[in-house]
């Protein structure tokens, strides 16, 4: 018996990364899966990473579909709001039920300083970040209110939806937003006994921190700075003695929100940070 | 395999409620137990404190699922007996995971009441005693070197303020600044520190009549019932209280691999009392 058996989750940004590793946990331990992704790359992200591609979000249906686990996968964009409410339709009509919704999708712009920041990046990341995640859960919240038996709706804010971060303005913004949709949604649909929460990761490892430009945000000196030279940067943001957690170490924060063990849970931010905002 | 298969944990307040959840919940998953309770009533806590009874129970029922339990009566307020029972159960069990500083007491009266002896006792057992449980686990859980896994347990009172407890606010609030600075300064040795945060939970502290007094000050004949609609007003939820059981799933979470790299958490298992 999996600690999610029988429940059925909706995960935004599944074709790889953080997304879809949850996919493989949830169904690992039981769930059924509602998958979303962009499938494309952002135009303002591609400086710093690629986004994810339609053979990604298969390799994620392969991988739950080898645990016995259904899945139903669509290419959408969270900014896009009738796309989105059309796959979830479309899951919860094959999959017969919704439980879980894990809103992941997320992209990561940095560099400038504030004023330099421009409309388009500002745009560009509010818009997934922060407008993808509220379309999400709008997405999703009557398929639980409907349904009558509760839910748990976890939103991927970051280290940076706690504290402030130099030259991150636009990302920081959009996680901090999140919390402020988490803390009103878990008010509005606690009498529905729908739980929400944050999970708040430090770097993970995934495509999103493992690129140069990344690299060169904790080494701003270093000419073509490597994987190995940028660990003992990302680790001295730490406290436990780690330069990044893996999805995993986040999946396994989603499992338990997810699952009845933490049925009264809700309203929380739950750091899988390595100490970094105690630090 | 259970989740904390292999491991030992020691538990303070373990004869009833939470703490004998937590030894049971932890056992059920494969973890070996160090139970220590003060068994006594203290004369400003206005319920009955656990007894020797009530351990000898906690014992049985570890046992029943063919776990190790060593069960000392320890004051949490007394560090040299603490350390002797920490001391003795690594002893014999092996090795030292998990620490649950759970002991803890609740009484009640407005801040310019709070007689001398009833803050003390508060700030004594549920706060310097969670200090003196961590002071007596720490050597061990370093000298293991293979990391560890600490969880204070604080209240929603510890994250917000309430009328009529002000020395119980100020001790629970006192501990996530202890968990904080352990968080802090055992990171280093991968020893990861956090506190869990209920709401009302359905235990002895909670269910009588003082208690039930203080979320219905106005109610002459204040009862279960009654108290149950007053309570579920705090939360978010539409529950009255949540079960020992449901904090001791966020122990195990926080305890277990699962929880690896989390460290300096405010965990609240609060029905949403807190973002209320």
């Not at chain 1, 999946?251 to 105690?278: I, M, P, Q, W």
Request: proline letters at 4%; aromatic letters at 6%.
């Amino acid at each position: 018996m999996g600690r999610v058996s029988g429940k059925v989750a909706f995960i935004t940004g599944a074709a790889r990364g953080q997304g879809r590793s949850h996919a493989i946990r949830l169904a690992e331990e039981g769930a059924d899966i509602i998958a979303v992704d962009l499938c494309e790359s952002v135009p303002s992200v591609n400086r710093f990473y690629e986004g994810a591609t339609e053979a990604d979000l298969a390799e994620t249906v392969a991988e739950v579909e080898k645990l016995d686990r259904r899945i139903v996968a669509t290419k959408a964009d969270v900014r896009d709001y009738a796309a989105l409410k059309a796959a979830v339709d479309d899951g919860v009509a094959q999959l017969g039920r919704l439980d879980i919704v894990s809103a992941n999708a997320g992209i990561f712009i940095f560099g400038d300083q504030s004023q330099n920041v421009s409309e388009q990046d500002w745009d560009d990341v509010n818009d997934i970040n922060s407008k993808g995640v509220w379309h999400t859960c709008k997405a999703a919240i009557p398929h639980l209110i409907e349904q009558g038996t509760g839910g748990s709706i976890v939103l991927t804010s970051s280290t940076a939806g706690i504290k402030g971060t130099p030259n991150v303005v636009a990302y920081t913004a959009s996680k901090h937003a999140v919390v402020g949709i988490m803390r009103t949604l878990a008010l509005e649909l606690g009498p529905h006994s729908i739980r929400v929460n944050t999970v708040h990761p430090t770097g993970v490892n995934t495509d999103m921190i493992q690129n140069e430009a990344t690299y060169r945000l904790f080494l701003p000196d270093v000419q073509n700075p490597t994987r190995e030279e940028a660990a003992p940067a990302f680790g001295s943001t730490n406290a436990l003695p780690i330069p990044w957690v893996e999805p995993v170490d986040i999946s396994n924060a989603v499992l338990f929100l997810a699952s009845d063990e933490a049925r009264y849970v809700t309203g929380t931010e739950l750091k899988v940070d390595a100490g970094y905002t105690t630090k | 395999m259970g989740r904390v298969s292999g491991k030992v944990a020691f538990i303070t307040g373990a004869a009833r409620g939470q703490g004998r959840s937590h030894a049971v919940r932890l056992a059920e998953e494969g973890a070996d137990i160090i139970a220590v309770d003060v068994c006594e009533s203290v004369p400003t806590v206005p319920y009955a404190g656990a007894t020797e009874a009530d351990l000898a129970e906690t014992v049985a029922e570890v046992e029943k699922l063919d776990r190790r339990i060593v069960a000392t009566k320890a004051d949490v307020r007394d560090f040299a007996a603490l350390k002797a029972a920490v001391d003795d159960g690594v002893a014999q069990l092996g090795r030292l995971d998990i620490v649950s500083a759970n002991a803890g007491i609740a009484s009640f009266g407005a801040a310019e009441d709070i007689e001398e002896q009833v803050w003390q006792d508060m700030i004594d057992i549920n706060l310097t005693g969670v200090w003196h449980t961590c002071k007596a686990a720490i050597p061990h859980l370093k000298a293991g070197g293979r990391g560890g896994s600490i969880v204070l347990t604080s209240s929603a009172a510890g994250l917000q303020a309430y009328n009529g407890i002000a020395h119980y606010v100020s001790a629970k609030h006192g501990v996530v600044g202890l968990m904080r600075t352990l968080a802090v300064e055992l990171a280093p040795h991968r020893i990861r520190v956090n506190s869990i945060h209920p709401t009302q939970v359905d235990t002895p502290m909670i269910q009588n009549e003082s208690t039930w007094g203080l979320f219905m000050p106005e109610e002459k004949e204040p009862t279960k019932e009654k108290f149950a609609a007053a309570s579920q007003e705090t939360n978010a939820l539409p529950i009255p209280w949540v079960e020992s059981a449901d904090i001791s799933n966020a122990l195990l979470f926080l305890a277990s691999d699962e929880a690896r790299y989390i460290t300096g958490v405010p965990l609240p298992v609060d029905a949403g009392t807190v973002v209320k």
